[in-house]
């Protein structure tokens, strides 16, 4: 091949219009960076144009988020609510058997069941004698166990709505959580493990059927935790129990066998970010296990952190801050999620310091949703539900609801659906089948010192004269007040004084306190003066008070 070299001034020689021309015709080929053969050319010195802005970082996004969101309640505003007698501590939704449990601090468990369209009373018990500690709900729905301050623990079959089992305990419970491991025969009718209150043993109660007889074992952990447990939750998808003392230790265990960590989550405790709430010094109080297993969700104190773990791994996946430090440089840099008036603000804020009493604090729970991608807990702002996947607060309910909402449950199902549906039946247009396959989701919340239950359902016409429900008698508030006055109207000692002389007497309100508070009552009432002894016998008696002297 031969070659043929331009002389060098023959660039120079060009006119003005050939080199407008030229440049133009060299454009194409540089924007190409190929050569006029069509071949790749490496020997081009100038290279691709830079970009004139860096390129738009791509949003995560929620496979079929819009089909998750129409399975939650749409009505920011509670539609409808009921009472107890005194403050609600639990609501707790039985998977597979679509009961609402509802307890509170006097030892009140409720029935209800969910209807068509919302809940029906069924039956209610006097469970225990003060207040309430934890509940357990099994996973299939069909045991629901109660601890109270009064030394016992209560197992009621909730298909029968009786109770099923009682068990007395030297101490009282701290936490408990019910379990049904397929490590045990088939004859387990109930697994419950009991965590006490300054003990740092666990105890494990079997309840076997055997030959027609129900039999009991009793099994002491000992070997578990240093430090009293305050929570526990049971993951059936892994057969493994995660529990978490005071000291801020979690711990995973199985509760067959001899009771070690199961080989299907993480080999090294040290790999796993289970020690950040012992660095952080916080105690979780709460510990929810997600629908699919995968993951577990937990409310600490003092640090106020909504934390969620991988299961398998023990790795933090998400944290959310709802310290009141947060809360409040938030609401002053205005990157709230809603902008408060200053008093509105400083009454929440007032809220959120009294839920840090240490009676409250197990009363707070965070929840899943049925798909495991989006969880759901109490704020200053309303109830929040966020999107694990994208990170994002996709509702709040009842952000101006006059409540701060505590113990949280929620129902996805369908109500009226019976039986399984073919596809064939599910092509049809039948209108029955439709409506039996309308789902009606309802989220149950407590308030802080409140009475009453909150229910957020899809009801969009919401009457505030109508929606609070008094199905229960308005407790006296003056009748524990009036009862201490009376016990307040008593002593050890009175003074008579007479025309003789003063005389001593000395009072037993122990042994008669009836009859202490009755003299007391009417020396007080001046019912005694100037009256006479119109009784007077010799080394035996004298008898007076009688305001006609017969």
């Given amino acids: 091949m031969e070659t ?41 010195g100038i290279g691709p144009a830079l970009p004139s802005s860096a390129p738009k970082k791509k949003k995560r996004k929620l496979p079929y988020e819009q089909l998750y969101l129409a399975a939650l309640p749409q009505s920011p505003r509670y539609s409808k609510s009921l009472m107890h007698k005194d403050q609600l501590s639990f609501v707790t939704m039985t998977p597979f058997t679509d009961f609402l449990i509802t307890s509170s601090i006097d030892g009140v468990v409720k029935f209800w069941k969910k209807v ?28 629901f166990a109660t601890a109270g301050v009064d030394k016992t623990i209560k197992i009621f079959d909730v298909i029968t709505f009786g109770q099923s089992l009682k068990l007395l305990h030297r101490e009282s419970t701290n936490t408990l959580c019910e379990i049904f491991s397929q490590s045990y025969s088939y004859k387990l009718r109930h697994g419950l493990c009991v965590g006490c209150i300054k003990e740092v043993h666990l105890y494990l109660y079997l309840q076997y059927l055997k030959r027609g007889e129900s039999q009991q074992e009793v099994e002491t952990l000992s070997q578990i935790h240093r430090s009293t447990v305050v929570a526990m939750a049971y993951n059936n998808n892994y057969d493994c129990v995660v529990s978490a003392d ?42 929810t296990i ?115 909402s505590l113990n949280l449950a929620i129902y996805q199902g369908q109500p009226q659906k019976k039986g399984v549906i073919t596809v064939s039946m599910a092509a049809s247009s039948n209108p029955l089948l439709q409506e039996a396959e309308e789902r009606d989701p309802m989220l149950v919340a407590t308030g802080s010192g ?23 008698k308005p407790r006296n508030i003056n009748a524990g007040r009036e009862a201490d006055v009376k016990v307040a109207e008593t002593g050890h000692g009175a003074i008579l004084h007479t025309t003789y002389g003063d005389i001593h007497i000395r009072l037993f309100p122990e042994a008669a306190p009836k009859a202490v508070e009755n003299f007391v009552t009417h020396s007080k009432n001046g019912y005694y003066n100037n009256t006479i002894f119109h009784r007077v016998i010799r080394k035996f008696m004298i008898q007076c008070g009688d305001p006609l002297g017969d």
């Fill in 116 to 143: 068509a369209i919302g809940i029906e009373s069924v039956k209610e018990f006097k469970a225990h004698i003060g207040d309430i500690k934890s509940v357990s709900v099994s996973q299939d729905g069909r045991s």
């Fill in 450 to 472: 409140k009475v009453r239950f909150y229910m957020f359902t899809n009801e969009t016409e919401i009457s505030k004269s109508t929606r609070d429900i008094q199905n229960e």
């Fill in 290 to 404: 997600s629908p699919s297993g995968a993951r577990f969700a937990t409310f600490s104190f003092p640090d106020r952190k909504v934390r969620l773990f991988d299961f398998a791994s023990g790795k933090l996946y998400r944290t959310y801050d709802e310290s009141i430090a947060t809360i409040s440089d938030m609401q002053q840099a205005g990157t709230a999620l809603q902008k408060l008036e200053d008093i509105d603000f400083g009454r929440r804020l007032a809220i959120e310091r009294e839920i840090e009493n240490p009676a409250l604090q197990s009363k707070i729970n965070v929840i899943f949703d049925e798909s495991s991608n989006f969880v759901v807990y109490g704020s200053i702002l309303g109830t929040k539900v966020i999107n694990t996947f994208t990170n994002q607060v996709v509702k709040v309910f009842g952000k101006d609801e006059p409540f701060r």
């Fill in 246 to 287: 005071e000291s801020g230790m979690i711990e995973y265990w199985s509760p067959a066998g001899n009771h070690e960590k199961p080989d299907t989550v993480f080999e090294y405790k040290s790999s796993t970010n289970l020690f950040d709430f012992k660095k952080t010094k916080s105690v979780p109080t709460s510990i």
């Fill in 4 to 44: 043929t070299n331009a002389p060098p001034g023959s660039a120079a020689k060009r006119s003005r219009t050939e080199l407008e021309h030229g440049d133009a015709k060299m454009e194409p080929a540089l924007n190409s960076s190929r050569d006029i053969s069509g071949e790749s050319s490496s020997d081009d």
